[in-house]
């Protein structure tokens, strides 16, 4: 299975207002939509005497909501501190929380790139497109000689 179904998987069944869908690489335009995807792939950062390495995933998360073009209602701020509940969610997970990425991979640290999600409007369907980029950080030990 690769980190990206590990990751998908995780989130499914640790972030609770997912309710048990989240689609990979694929953000359709549906009120209610939300989606992982790939940004630049699984990049080692270190490389350790000993073989082992730091490596970074990098993926986004995708949120489509409603979107009011007056600005008069709830609506977007809503939908914002949707966005917001969930990048503040992935900040604070304690590394008893961390998704397993197998025997010879230990996660690190899980966290937010953006402080602000980008926004992308469709006037036409009056919706909003929400992403935030995050980075799991890990150890990758499976090249060591024992």
Request: hydrophobic fraction near 40%; avoid cysteine; glycine fraction near 4%.
């Amino acid at each position: 299975m690769s980190l990206y179904n590990i990751v998908n998987e995780w989130l499914v069944n640790n972030y609770t207002p997912i309710g048990g869908w989240l689609y990979f690489n694929a953000t359709p335009m549906i009120i209610g939509t939300v989606a992982m995807n790939s940004v630049s792939g699984d990049k080692t950062v270190k490389k350790y005497i000993d073989g082992s390495k730091q490596n970074e995933l990098i993926f986004a998360i995708d949120m489509v909501t409603a979107h009011d073009a007056q600005g008069t209602s709830d609506t977007n701020m809503l939908a914002l501190q949707e966005v917001e509940n969930f990048s503040t969610w992935l900040d604070n997970i304690k590394s008893s929380n961390f998704p397993d990425f197998g025997d010879y991979k230990k996660v690190q640290k899980v966290e937010v790139l953006t402080s602000v999600p980008s926004l992308l409007i469709n006037s036409e369907q009056m919706l909003a497109k929400y992403q935030f980029q995050a980075r799991i950080i890990y150890i990758d030990e499976s090249e060591v000689i024992r």
